[in-house]
């Protein structure tokens, strides 16, 4: 290898795969919020649409990815890894590598400029393992911003790290009690928020969730991923990869990864959900394996739901996969064939995070960790000319916690 | 004409503004539920609003938000609460409107929900989370059983959605008096009054305005520029903090007559 993936180009892709007119992909998505919310969003979709067309806009944005991001992140050939795994050759993408440790970043900054462009002041967020807050306590400390981010209290106790760093980085967490005191409460909460401060606020939202224009915003903002990824790996490789592998909980990540390999009919896209305990009520987060079609916070997608249509409570180790709806494009990617979903089960996770520990220097966030589980689980059947990219979406320096009390 | 629309025209005949009241059905239980609403309308609550409990109260404040809990405890569904409706219809006189969010109607079935709402004599919906955009198969659905379909405004709403709100909603249309959340307050948002002239100017279908509203004087307010007001988190309130007394009712109709009592000065 002669060339490093440091020379490949930085830039998201703008404008290449919309949804109709009302953000449905297929019979999902749209965009069901209450009336006040309708008209900001109406301003925010505007907003964003003349954004990313605008040369200024685009420019800014990739000098922060590189200069500031630390991009192109490296793609890195797991060799003892694919060893242990006993099969096809295992690649990761290391968005774990981006300044603050996930992939989260790409989207918070350019959400952040967008927000600036808007004359907007004042941010709210959710986050669910934190990386999505700390994300966005660091692109408002860029551009000046308050910054105030929710949490579920339950998340608060497992994500203590990520806690304290959103404070040191001039947020404020609020912390939220209500529900089951996760991911979803604290977007319940963020919205609440937003109605009540829509003027002069706006809503960072951290996945590929919520009403349109969210899961379009955030898609193009994390394809710079799969871009990078997509040239990397033809680079490195001198072909593209047999599988692509990325966990799921909103989705923005896999999106983000996906997206670059939507038009190679050859490679075969996987998303993998938290299973939690076991498949079963309450157990779990896996969505596409227990859930069905319903709207939740703004869109219509796959929704863990009781047969009321009350929303069921999930469970995974990992904070960020830990909630009962998907994206709405990946139920649509699902349902058109083009990617198929999985599951790791917590144990997966755990055994996967010491692996890759153990074998290439690597702690992984717990939610990537569900990732290289089902890479390695696959490996064997794929064979040794067969290659798996797997996204490595964040560091787990805040898992460590919850480690040691799992192992414990 | 629909028995929402009767009541308005009544209303605009004596020209005494109405009162719309909110209250989370099962809250605290299913019995004492069908006492409240029963207790609502011996006091002379011009409208009903029932609400279908939610896990995921996205619009609503922490009032209203515990309410959603209770109900849920309380075993409360979407089936169960049209079931509700049914025993009490024949002893109420108040037109019913069933308040709720997009989820349950869906997971029930748009079609199922309306055909089991007309059955058990409710008069319309609204859909806290469905906007005009999405609202378009309930609202036919509701139109051809002779339901009707309320549709919210904000401050934030621009006049073109108001005019679509007009021609695609029935019955009336359900001005919110502030940004933010449901819940109540000391005083009525400014951005009321302006908001139901910009309605007004649009549409001769009635305005009831709430979010915030909790004293007579508020009511008596929204009465010189609207047709009714609606009182929701402060009745609530009660039901929350009287859940266990004999005065439950009693305390209840005291407080919707109190609130009328200012309306009729």
Redesign the interface.
Known sequence: MTETSATIGVAPAFGRRDPDA?GYYGPYG???????????IEELEREYFAARKDPEFQRALITLLTDYVGRPTPLHCAERLTAEAGGARIYLKREDLAHTGAHKINNALGQALLASRMGKHRVVAETGAGQHGVATATACAVFGLACEVFMGADDMERQALNVFRMELLGARVRRVE??SRTL?DA??EA??DW?????DTYYLLGSVLGPHPYPLMVREFQSVIGREARAQFVKMTGTLPSVVVACVGGGSNAMGIFDAFIDDPEVKLVGVEAGGERIEAGHHAARFAGGS??????TRSF?L?D?????EPTHSISAGLDYAAVGPEHAWLRETGRAEYAWASDRDALEAFGLLARLEGVLAALESAHAVAHACAIAPRLGREATILVNLSGRGDKDVQSIQRAMA | MSRIAERFSALRTTGRPGLVTYVTAGDPDAARSAMILQALDRAGADILEVGIP??????D?PVI?RASQRA?AAGT???STLALVGNVRRVIQAPIVLFT????????GVEAFVRRAAEVGADGALV????I??AGGLRERLASAGLDLI????????TE?IRKAASLGSGFLYG?SR???TGARDRLAVGAQELVARIRAITALPVAVGFGISRPEHVAEVGRWADAAVVGSALVNMIERDADSPDLTKNLEGYVQWLKGASAT
Do not use: C, W
């Open positions: 009302r749209g965009r069901f919020v209450p009336e006040t919310l309708v008209a900001p209500g529900g979803k977007i319940n919205m609440r109605v009540t401060n829509v003027h079609p319903g709207v939740l916070q703004g929704v739901q047969k009321d249509g009350n929303i | 939610f896990s995921d109260p996205l619009a404040g938000q849920l569904t979407l089936a969010y997009a989820n349950p109607v869906l997971r029930y806290l989370d469905l906007p955009e999405e549709f919210l405004l904000s401050p934030t709403t621009t959605r919110i940004l933010g959340v």
